[in-house]
């Protein structure tokens, strides 16, 4: 099981549209799991904390899959400015789903992935197209290595005590983080 490291992290935000680089630094800088990224609303994001309400897996709404996954994370500086701004570009929400589709239902992970996050990251070295528009292209898909590799939702959590310490966020926030 793969952890990103927090330059690895860093490398993937700077790539990103702005949808998904927050999306990612969420799952980056809290912890949450993709189906709770998935049912956050604005109004769980106050007072420099996100609470955990509701997880939505195949377009299911459920709990959140344990009790201690319920309740308040400390949202961090990084990821509080990235929100706020995140916020004032989206027209100053204060509720409905934090990530909406243009629908303005929730954002389907999977499909922001496929649409926003694998281009960006999966280019050609020669020719810099992703992979779906290289077709036709007179040489072999090399892919760039300069860019960071896609290693899915969780391996954002994963390393999350350790990176948040790189960050320089104190011990007692991180303990309260996890």
């Not at 243009?102 to 070295?125: F, K, T, V």
């Not at 810099?128 to 860019?147: C, L, M, Q, T, Y």
């Not at 969780?154 to 991180?174: D, M, Q």
Request: with cysteine; net charge positive.
């Amino acid at each position: 099981t793969y952890a990103y490291d927090l330059a690895e992290i860093q490398s993937v935000l700077l790539y990103l549209p702005e949808t998904a680089a927050t999306l990612f630094a969420v799952a980056a800088y809290a912890g949450l799991r993709r189906s709770e990224l998935q049912g956050l609303l604005w109004e769980n994001y106050q007072d420099g904390y996100l609470r955990v309400t509701r997880a939505i897996w195949e377009g299911q709404v459920n709990e959140p899959k344990t009790r201690r996954s319920r309740g308040a994370v400390p949202v961090i500086k990084h990821l509080a400015d990235r929100l706020d701004l995140y916020r004032m570009h989206r027209g100053n929400p204060q509720s409905g789903p934090m990530f909406a589709n243009q629908s303005g239902n929730p954002m389907n992970l999977n499909n922001l992935l496929h649409r926003e996050i694998l281009p960006a990251l999966d280019r050609c070295e020669h020719c810099r197209k992703d992979k779906v528009h290289h077709a036709g292209a007179d040489h072999k898909f090399e892919r760039d290595a300069s860019r960071p590799m896609w290693r899915g939702w969780h391996a954002a959590r994963r390393g999350l005590g350790s990176n948040l310490y790189a960050l320089g966020v104190p011990e007692k926030a991180i303990q309260d983080i996890l």
